[in-house]
Structure formats: structure tokens, C-alpha cells
């Protein structure tokens, strides 16, 4: 077994592409991982990950092709190149293909931290360890954790190109969740809070494990609300969700193939004048920011929505020219993947109230901490949706009682329409969507016959 360098992996490969009369794209991702947990005291086996895998993209005239390996030796990677070699004339596209030239990348050191390998396994595993612990702490009610880990992650991207495109960046962090069950006399209830920095000092799992239970006790004794039309607001957990719906609809490619919500309406009001979406790889404290994208094209921030008006939507090279729009630098591709189009982080911008604020808004406001169906419950093309929730019932800015059972239904555009303010409490923790709460003035729940 001869295992290649990237370097020699580039050289050998761009000769071969030299000879063969092809220009070629090097794609090499390298992830590492370790989670732990603890069930009843007890450490279960924790994971140690470790992989890496290598596309090569061939360009020939109006033909491309993508093929990978998760294997770095020679005689493997000499197959799959060969392979791909021999069939590209096979893959014409209704298109010239064409890869991105290099450009200046904005330096990211916020995405690494060059001290985490200094973190020990014992010191990971007490973290882990306070999970459960103080979770059961926080009441009798609370009976387990059976979802919970703390661990750390690092990875690095690498690409290359025939155009002169040669970069590469790496991230890495820890990252911790805890899902709380709590039971009472009449229901069971359960609850979950996640945390992730690129500083371990920074986490702290049993603060996260003791939001977790109190939420999850403070759910018991669940009614299911009358049906009618409420003031509905969405906690950043739920509202990263909701928004994550959307994601496609932004995409180039699906809206030249008319399946997005968002066709034919640039320009025109899709949200409320509070709405600002955008997609922001330079965010500080997100795993998925990043100095270029999938094509090796420099970042970029892009607004999509502005005071509730659709101004862009996110493309890669192809569907730029295509459209005969800027490249918002949108791509997305793994080692092991074709070319598409996908955010960095979808961001809602956030605004200036608390959350205490936005429940105070009206009589009464039921809150959503739970949704269920999100992708069975959702038409992408059409923008309706109908969803099982949970949450609590406000009124007049205080808690009353915890609901359940209960559906949430609408148009996704109208619910936009229809935001009544924007929290300040942004969430930025393992999602690519990053929102505060948000409060819709009205939105049918279906409950308990009146």
C-alpha cells in the first residue's frame, strides 16, 4: 500500500490531466471526532471517529464528471481517476463547465483554536459525567437522560483546481446536548438544551443538563388548548427549525426548475418589513462559516431578504452564469457529492426585544418549544404547513400552563407576513440556521373542540 500526500496527490494528477486533455478539480475533506456519555453512572463506549475522502471533478469540453475514494492509496485513487477518465465524454452538460479562478480569502482564526489538543480525554469524560448527574439534581421528577454526550470535533477542507484555485481551512470545537425525560402523575415530558464553542472552557454541560430538566419538569401536567387563532411565537430552537424549511427555496437551481416558494418574486414583499435574512459566512461562534466556498470561490455575505422584500437568491458558478447573476459563492459539494448549492449560515437578523418583551405583547401567546412532522408537514412548493407542537400558554407576559397535543397550521410566506416582532435572544449552536425567537400575530391552532 503506497498512501499519497496531497501534494503528491496533486502533482501526479494534474499530469495526468495534462496528458489526457482534461482540467481537473482535488477535493480532500478529513474529519475527527470523540463523544462520551454516561447512563446510570456508567460511561458507555465512546466514539472515536476518524475518516477522510478524496473527489476528483474532471472537465472536458461540455462533458464533467465527479468520482471519490475514501482510500489515499495509489493504485485506488490511480482506478477511480482512470475510471472517470474513461467515461466523461459520457456526461455532456447543456452547459459549458467551467472552475473558478483563484481569488483572496478572508482569514477565518476564529474557526480553530489552536490550543483544543490540549484539552485531555479524563477532562472531556467530566464533562460528560456532569450531564447526568445534574440533571437528576434538579428534581425527582427528572427519571433519565437518554439522549446526552459531550465531545469535540475537528476537520479540515482542501481544494484544488486546474484554474489556479489552491486553499484550505480547518474548524474545530466541542459540542455538548442533553435531553431531559421528566415524568409525572398524568404525562411524560421531555426537554433538550445543546451547547458548542470553540473554547472548552466555555461550555458548561451542567448548566446546560440543569436547563434541560427544568424545562422538561416545567412541561408535566400538559392541557391541549381550545382551537381558534393565537398569537404564536417561536424560541430559537423551534425558530431555527421553522426557517430551515425555507432553505431550498433560496436556491438558484431550484428556482430555475420553478420548485421554490420564492419564483418570479424578487422584488416583492414576502415578509414582514421586520424580516432580514441573510447568509453570513463570517459569523463568528458558527461551525459553518467559512473563508470560500465548495468551488473555491472567496465568501461573501448576501442578503436575501431586506425589510421584507426578496432581493437574491444564493447560486454557485454554474447557475450565476446561468442566470446572468452575481455568484453569491454558494456551493456545495463533499468529496463524496455533485455540485449544488447550499448556505453557510441562514441568518435572521435579530432585533432589539427580550423575550419577556415579546410575550408581553398580547393577552395571550402560546409558545412553541416542541414541533414534530417538520418535513411530512410541509409543502415545500406551496409553502403550507401543519405541524404537532408543544409549548406553554402566556398570558399577559407570565406563564400559565404547559400545552401539548395540539397542530399549528398556515403558509409559511404568510406567516412571514404576518411576524409581529423579532426577539434578541439568538441561538448560535450546532444548526446552519441562526434566528432569536420570533412572534407571528396570528396562526390557526388546532386543539380541543370549543
Known amino acids: 500500500m503506497s498512501l499519497l500526500s496531497i501534494e503528491a496527490i496533486i502533482d501526479r494528477y494534474t499530469l495526468k490531466s495534462k496528458k489526457a486533455g482534461v482540467e481537473l478539480e482535488v477535493l480532500l475533506e478529513t474529519s475527527k471526532s470523540f463523544s462520551a456519555s454516561y447512563q446510570k453512572g456508567q460511561l458507555d463506549p465512546f466514539k472515536s471517529e476518524h475518516s477522510h475522502a478524496l473527489g476528483f471533478r474532471i472537465i472536458k469540453g461540455e462533458c464533467e464528471i465527479s468520482t ?16 472517470a477518465l474513461g467515461s466523461v ?6 452547459y459549458t463547465p467551467k472552475f473558478v479562478t483563484s481569488e483572496e480569502y478572508e482569514p477565518m482564526g476564529f474557526l480553530y483554536n489552536e490550543n483544543a489538543y490540549k484539552v485531555s480525554i479524563d477532562q472531556k469524560l467530566e464533562q460528560s459525567k456532569l450531564i447526568e ?21 475537528e476537520s479540515e477542507f482542501f481544494i484544488y483546481n486546474t484554474n489556479g484555485v489552491r486553499a484550505t481551512y480547518k474548524s474545530n470545537g466541542f459540542f455538548g446536548y442533553a435531553f431531559a425525560l421528566a415524568k409525572g402523575a398524568k404525562d411524560t415530558r421531555t426537554a433538550y438544551e445543546v451547547a458548542s464553542d470553540v473554547e472548552f472552557e466555555k461550555i458548561n454541560m451542567s448548566q446546560v443538563a440543569k436547563k434541560a430538566a427544568t424545562e422538561a419538569v416545567s412541561k408535566l401536567n400538559a392541557v391541549t388548548p381550545k382551537t381558534g387563532t393565537y398569537a404564536v411565537m417561536f424560541n430559537p430552537h423551534m425558530a431555527q427549525q421553522l426557517l430551515g424549511l425555507l432553505q431550498g427555496s433560496f436556491y438558484a437551481d431550484k428556482v430555475d426548475k420553478n420548485l421554490s416558494i420564492f419564483c418570479n418574486k424578487l422584488g416583492e414583499s414576502v415578509a414582514s418589513s421586520l424580516i432580514e435574512i441573510t447568509d453570513d459566512p463570517f ?3 458558527s461551525q459553518h462559516s467559512r473563508p470560500f466556498d465548495s468551488e473555491g470561490a472567496s465568501s461573501k455575505k448576501t442578503t436575501l431578504i431586506k425589510k421584507g422584500q426578496l432581493s437574491a437568491y444564493l447560486t454557485n458558478s454554474v447557475y450565476a452564469k446561468k442566470l446572468g447573476v452575481e455568484n453569491t459563492a454558494n456551493a456545495s459539494r463533499g468529496a463524496k457529492t455533485s455540485l449544488g448549492i447550499g448556505f453557510s449560515n441562514m441568518v435572521l437578523t ?17 409558545v412553541i418549544d416542541v414541533l414534530q412532522g417538520l418535513h411530512s408537514g410541509y409543502n415545500s412548493i406551496s409553502g403550507d404547513f401543519s405541524l404537532q407542537a408543544e409549548g406553554f400558554m402566556y398570558e399577559s407576559g407570565h406563564k400559565k ?3 401539548a397535543n395540539f397542530v399549528i397550521s398556515g403558509n409559511i410566506i404568510q406567516m412571514l407576513k404576518d411576524v409581529q416582532a423579532v426577539g434578541s ?4 449552536a450546532e444548526s446552519r440556521v441562526i434566528s432569536p425567537s420570533f412572534l407571528v400575530s396570528a396562526l390557526s391552532v388546532a386543539g380541543e373542540s370549543n
Open 68 to 83: 471519490f475514494s475514501e482510500s489515499l492509496d495509489q493504485a485506488d485513487l490511480d482506478l477511480v481517476f482512470e475510471q
Open 89 to 94: 465524454e459520457f456526461f455532456k452538460k447543456s
Open 133 to 153: 448527574k445534574s440533571a437528576m439534581e434538579v428534581d425527582e421528577k427528572i427519571q433519565s437522560v437518554p439522549y446526552q454526550s459531550f465531545g469535540d470535533y
Open 283 to 285: 459569523l463568528k461562534k
Open 350 to 366: 435579530p432585533g432589539q426585544e427580550s423575550f419577556e418583551e415579546l410575550v408581553s405583547k398580547n393577552n395571550q401567546t402560546i
Open 401 to 403: 400552563q404547559s400545552l
Open 425 to 428: 435572544d439568538v441561538l448560535i
